[in-house]
């Protein structure tokens, strides 16, 4: 399993970034997928995840919800963090994860930093 994120960067408070994670060596189509951030000396933090399937269900923390969409690309193995109106608090490194009962797989981060 590999899972490798892009896309991130320094942006103006109010801007916008679109994070990308390309994931190979599993079916990607079979499993959900989910963004994660981690801001120093914080714990990691749930930001998004959606289903896999048709009908695809996402669900967001409160912080984002409104803000942020997450999508997929199965044809391209491919998750995206689309992050509109972003502000200073969103700074953080940006994970995307692979997650179930038993394991977790995790790419190495994509800096995001919002400041004027």
């Known amino acids: 399993v590999q899972l490798v994120e892009s896309g991130g960067g320094l942006v103006q408070p109010g801007g916008s970034l679109r994070l990308s994670c390309a994931a190979s060596g599993f079916t990607f189509s079979s499993y959900a997928m989910s963004w994660f951030r981690q801001a120093p000396g914080k714990e990691r933090e749930f930001v998004a995840r959606?289903?896999?399937?048709?009908?695809?269900?996402?669900n967001y923390v409160a912080s984002v919800k409104g803000r942020f969409t997450i999508s997929r690309d199965n044809a391209k193995n491919t998750v995206y963090l689309q992050m509109n109106s972003l502000k200073p608090e969103d700074t953080a490194v940006y994970l995307c994860g692979r997650l179930s009962a038993t394991q977790q797989y995790w790419g190495q981060g994509t800096q995001v930093t919002v400041s004027s």
């Open positions: 959606i289903s896999s399937g048709g009908g695809y269900i996402t």
